[in-house]
C-alpha cells in the first residue's frame, strides 16, 4: 500500500467498518440544551444498554430521557403498538409533565415497521403534548447525525407567524412587563447601528455561552439573530417564514438544511462553519455578505485570536494528524488545524455532504494552498482496520480517534486525541479557538513530560 | 413496552463478546447496525485494554435489509481469519438479527469451509436471555465444541494430572473485579498445593480446551458464568465441581474443606485444616468488628443494611455482614430473576425479607421506605444513597470506571475477606462523619456571591456570568473585573466579558 500525496482533494469510499457512536447518543446533550423537552427512546436492551453507559453519571441525575423497550410481545405485534405508546407517554406526562416529547425512533422499529410518523399526531391530540419522531438510528446515520434528524423534524415545527401577530393584546400586556429589560437592549441596539437585513435563523445546537458568543459577533457586523433552532425551550422555537435567511453552524446538519430550504422554503447561506478563527471569520463573512452587509474589523479579529495562540502554534506547527472519522466535524478541524501549520494526512469521515460542505471544502482547499501543504485525502465510510495498517505505516504525531482505539494506539506509541471531546467541548468562534486547540495539544504535551522515563510502546 | 431508565444487567450479545474476547486469538464478529460495537468502547476503557479489542461488526445497514446479508456475513469471516489469524470465530446475533431472520447459521457453515479458523454461531437469543445467561451459555458452547472436536481426533486428555488440580472457570473481561479474584486464588491454591489446569476463559486458548478432564476438579466461584461449562464438564466426564463462592473467611473456609473432602475421595492425601486455622486467626487478629471492645467507639453494633446485586455476591455479602460482622440485614436482593430460587435459599435465614427485581425504582423505593444505615449494592443503589445521604459500598456489577482499581482489591479469599472489611468498616464510619457534619452545619460550600461596588455588571453579563461552573465562577468574575479595572472600564457587558476571557487565558 503506497500512500501518495495529491493535488487535489481526493474521495475515497472505504468499506464502512468503523467505530462510531449511535445516533441516538443525540438524546444526551440535545435534552439538555432543550430544557423543556423529554426523549423516548423506542427501542431494545441494546439501545438503552448504550446509553447508560455512554452518558456516565449523567444517568443517575433524573434524565429527562427514558427507553420504552421493546419486548417480545411487541415484536411480535402481539401487543398494540399505539396503546403501549399511548401509557407511556401519559406515564411521563403525569411524572415530568414536557412541552415536547421527541421519539427516538431506532433498528428496531425500522425492521418492524413501526408506523411512529403515522401514531404521533394522533397521540398528540389525544394526549395534549406535541410529538416529534426522528429516526435515528444506526441502519442509516452515524452519531452526531442523530441531532440532524432532530432538528430536522424540529424545523417542520417552527411557527411561521409569532404570537404576538396571533394576539397582539395579550403580548402587549406581556411585554409591558419586561419594558427595562427592553429599553437596554433598544439603547444597545442602537448603539451598534443594527442593520435592517432580512431575517436570519441559525440552525444546530450549541451550549447557551457559546450562543451568545456567536449572536454577539454578528450583531458587531450589524446583524440580529432572530432565533435559532434549537432555542433553549421548544416552546421558544424561532419563527421561520418563506425567504428567510438560514445558516448551519455544525458539519453534519444536512437533512435539517435540506428540509429548511425545501420546505420552509429558506434561503440557506452556504458558509464553511465557524470552528478555528478561520472559520469563523469565513463564517460571518458569508453571512455578511448574503445579507448584503460590508463586514468590518474581521481581519483584525482573525489575526488578534491568531496571536493570541502563539504559545500553542509553536507546539503544533509541523506536527502530523490522522483523522480516523466518526463525528462528521473532521473537515472543519483538519481545515483549522492545517492553518495551524499541521499537516493532515487523512480526514476519514462517516459520510460527506458535498453540497452541504461545499464552502467548507472549498476553505479547506485554499488554506491547503495558501500554507502549501499536500491535500489531504478524504475517506469516507472508513474502513478501521486498513487505516490502522495506514497508521501504521505514516507514523502520524497524533490521531483523532474513538475511544475504541485510543488506548491499543497509544500502547504502540502513537499519539491519540478522543474524537468525542470535540463534541462536547465549546469550539465554536473567536474566542474558543483556544480551546480547540488545548484539546489537541494535551497529548502532546503529556507525552512530551512522560518520554524522559523511556517508555514508548507497551506491547511486545 | 415498558419505560426503563436503567438496566442491571446488559443485552444478550455483550455476554458473547465478554466471553468470546477474553480468550487468546477468538474474534468475535457481530451482525449489528453501525454503533452496536460500544462494547469496544468500554473494554477499552474500563479493562484498559492495550490491545485492539478483537470484535468487529459485520454492518446491517438499509442495503442488508433490503436484500439480506448474502455474501457479506460469509466475506466479512474470511476476511478476518485472513487478516487475524485466530483460532476461532464467534458469530454473534443482536437484538436486530433476532428480527431480520436471516439464517446465520448457513453463513457459518459456508465460511467455516473457506477459513482456516473454526467458526460458532453464538446460540443466544436477545429476547430471551440477558447477558450474564449468554455469557454462561457461551462459554459451554465453545468448550463443548472443542470438547468434540477433540474427542473425532481422539487426542483429549483423560488421564488426571498426578498433582491435584483445578480448572479455574468463569474469570472474564469486564467482570466485576474478576483479575483480582483471580490473582488471589492462584495463590490459595499455590498455598494449597494445588496446580492450576486451565483458568476459563480469560488468556485461555481454545486450543487447550481438551486438556479440561486432566483437572481434578472444576471451580466456579461467579455463579452467574461457569456453571453451565461445569455442568456439562460433570456430564460428560465425571468431574465434580464447587460453587461456593468463597466470600468471607466462613465460606472461603467451606470452599477450602470441600476441595480437601473432593481431593482425598479421588485418591489424594491432604490436610488443609492448619492453613485454615492460621489464615482465619491472622484475620480475626485484625479485624475491627471482632476487635470492637478495643475501640469503644465502634460498639454501636448491629446496624440496619440492605444489600443488592448479582445472585452471588448479594448473597455472599449478606452472610458475610449478618454470621461475621455482626450486622444486622434488613432485606437482601438481586436482579438475577432467573436465578431467583437459589438467591432465596442462600439468603433464607439470614435477613427478614428478599427483593427479587429487575427495576432500580422498586430497589430505590425499598430503601427510602425501610430507611438502612449502609447500603451494599451496585453503581446504582450509591446514587440512590447519595441522594439520601446513607453511604454505601458497592459490592456488585453492572460495573463502573472506579470497579477497575489499579491497586490489588480482590473480593474473594482471604485478601478479599480484609477488603470486605475495610468497605464495610469505612461505609458504617462514613455514615457516622456525615451525620457529625450536619451537626455541626458545615456550611463552607455555600460561597457567597459579592460583587465589586466599583464596577457595573450588565444583566446580560451577570446572567452569562452564572452559567459559568461554579468552581471556577468566582475567579471568572474576579479577572473579568481587573480586566475591566485595567481597562477603565466602569461596565461590563457582555463584550468585556469575553474580551476578558480572550486576553485573559492567553
Ligand atoms: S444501532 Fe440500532 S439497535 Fe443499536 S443502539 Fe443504535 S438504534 Fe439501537
Redesign the interface.
Known sequence: MTISESKDLTFECETGNYHTFCPISCVAWLYQKIEDSFFLVIGTKTCGYFLQNSMGVMIFAEPRYAMAELEEGDISAQLNDYEELKRLCLQIKRDRNPSVIVWIGTCTTEIIKMDLEGMAPKLESEIGIPIVVARANGLDYAFTQGEDTVLAAMAQRCPSVSTSEINQKESNKFSSLFNFAQKKIQSNEQKLNLVDHQPLVLFGSLPDPVVTQLNLELQKQGITVSGWLPAKRYMELPIIKEGNYVCGVHPFLSRTATTLMRRRKCKLISAPFPIGPDGTRAWIEKICLSLGIEPKGLEEREQQIWDSLTDYLNLVRGKSVFFMGDNLLEVSLARFLIRCGMIVHEIGIPYMDKRYQAAELNLLEETCRKMGTAMPRIVEKPDNYNQIQRIQQLKPDLVITGMAQANPLEARGINTKWSVEFTFAQIHGFSNARDILELVTRPLRRKGNLRELGWNTLIE | ???????YA??A??GTLRIASSFKKVHAIMH???????F???R??LE??????PV??S????HV?ARGSQEKVVN?ITRKDS?ENPDLIVLTP???SS??QEDLQNFVERASLESQADVLLADVN???V?ELQAADRTLEQIVSFYIEKARKKGDIALQKTKIPSINLIGIFTLGFHNQHDCRELKKLFLDLGIEVNEILPENASVKNLKNLPQAWINIVPYREVGLMTAQYLQKEFDMPYIDITPIGLIETARFIRKIEQIINQLGGNVDFEPYIQQQTKAILETSPFVQTNKNSKNNNLPKKAIVFGGSTHASAITKILVREMGINVIWAGTYCKYDNTWFQEQVDGFCSSVLITEDHAEVGNLIAKTEPDVIFGT??ER?VG?RLNTPCGVISAPVHIQNFPLAYRPFLGYEGTKQINDLVFNALNLGKELALFEIFNDSSTHETFKHDISISW???ALQ?LE??PGFVRSRVKRNTETFAKEGKIASIT??VL?AA??NL??
Not at chain 2, 413496552?1 to 438496566?7: C, D, R, T
Not at chain 2, 449489528?32 to 460500544?38: F, K
Not at chain 2, 454492518?59 to 438499509?62: A, S
Request: glycine share 4%.
Open positions: 413496552m415498558k419505560l426503563a431508565y436503567w438496566m446488559g443485552p450479545h455483550i449489528a447496525p453501525l454503533g452496536d460495537d460500544y469496544n468502547v468500554m477499552s476503557m484498559r485494554e492495550r490491545d485492539f479489542t468487529t461488526a454492518v446491517v445497514d438499509r435489509l466479512n487478516e443482536t437484538c436486530t428480527i431480520l436477545h429476547y430471551r440477558n453503581q446504582m446514587h447519595k450588565s444583566p446580560e452569562e452559567k459559568i457582555l463584550d469575553y476571557k480572550e487565558t492567553n
